[in-house]
Nanobody
Framework: QVQLLESGGGSVSAGESVRLSCRAT????????MGWFRQGQGKERDAVAA????????FYTDSAKGRFTISRDNAPSSQFLQMNTLKPEDSGMYYC????????????????????WGQGTQVTVSS
């Protein structure tokens, strides 16, 4: 059983930074695709970034490239999303997600491609 718990959300002004954390409880963290998704109010849940624990390879959507960095720490098993130069359109509930196996694009970019979800943490960026 995999459990994910996010933290680190909050309210910031445009241009500021936020670091999200996701504590993962799982038997072995190897061989998982770990991702972050964002859901704005009244919108679909969209992928932001992902990381494959087997290799450390990272993946980003176009809106996240250059501003966001996904990373992980093995002990304890945690992943992070460093978000810089935030914009109002970055606002939303951020969810940590995971799936067993690799990070094919068809999986990490879709909410139905992930198997496990956290409860979410809210990020609000004001202009």
């Amino acid at each position: 059983q995999v459990q994910l718990l996010e933290s680190g959300g909050g309210s910031v002004s445009a241009g500021e930074s936020v670091r999200l954390s996701c504590r993962a409880t799982m038997g072995s963290a190897n061989g998982y695709c770990m991702g972050w998704f964002r859901q704005g109010q009244g919108k679909e849940r969209d992928a932001v970034a992902a990381l494959y624990t087997g290799t450390g390879y990272t993946f980003y959507t176009d809106s996240a490239k250059g501003r966001f960095t996904i990373s992980r720490d093995n002990a304890p098993s945690s992943q992070f999303l460093q978000m810089n130069t935030l914009k109002p359109e970055d606002s939303g509930m951020y969810y940590c997600a995971a799936r067993r196996g690799g990070c094919p694009q068809i999986a990490w970019t879709r909410s139905d491609g992930m198997d496990y979800w956290g409860q979410g943490t809210q990020v609000t960026v004001s202009s």
